[in-house]
């Protein structure tokens, strides 16, 4: 790789930050996901309609939690779709990834560095004040 794109590389990954959150899968089971192709500058490539254009096919699984706390946000972590995660539904993980964070959004995490189980949290009826179980 020449310097010029050594530096260009570098650069778009610069915005990338480590992310410590605290999350919950809340039962959404992984999808493949396609990146966007990228010249050699590191800029999307354009079809002849002017849309961004994707990969043929996934090259990443894409993982969907919710974060615990006030704020609820949304958490979206990439995997190599030959490395998919053992990820239990109501589980609460410890997740330190690179990536970004959208301030009224969300985390949307590009390179997972780890995944550690906190908490399983457990599925229970939930009942009224006047006893009588709630449809759900």
């Known amino acids: ?37 990228r010249d050699k500058n590191g800029q999307k490539v ?13 090259s990443k699984l894409k993982y969907q939690f919710a974060t615990v706390g006030q704020e609820c946000k949304t958490v979206t972590l990439l995997s190599p779709i030959d490395q998919p995660l053992s990820i239990e539904p109501l589980v609460v993980y410890e997740i330190t990834a690179y990536g970004y964070s959208f301030k009224n959004s969300g985390y949307w995490l590009t390179e997972l560095v780890s995944a550690k189980p906190l908490l399983q949290l457990k599925e229970v009826n939930v009942t009224r004040p006047t006893g009588g179980q709630t449809n759900g």
């Open 46 to 58: 354009k079809d002849n309609r002017g849309y961004d254009k994707k990969e043929d096919t996934a």
């Open 1 to 37: 790789m020449s310097t010029f794109n050594q530096i260009v590389s570098n650069a778009n990954k610069s915005s990338e930050e480590t992310i410590n959150v605290t999350a919950v899968n809340l039962g959404s089971v992984a999808t493949p996901y396609k990146e966007y192709l």
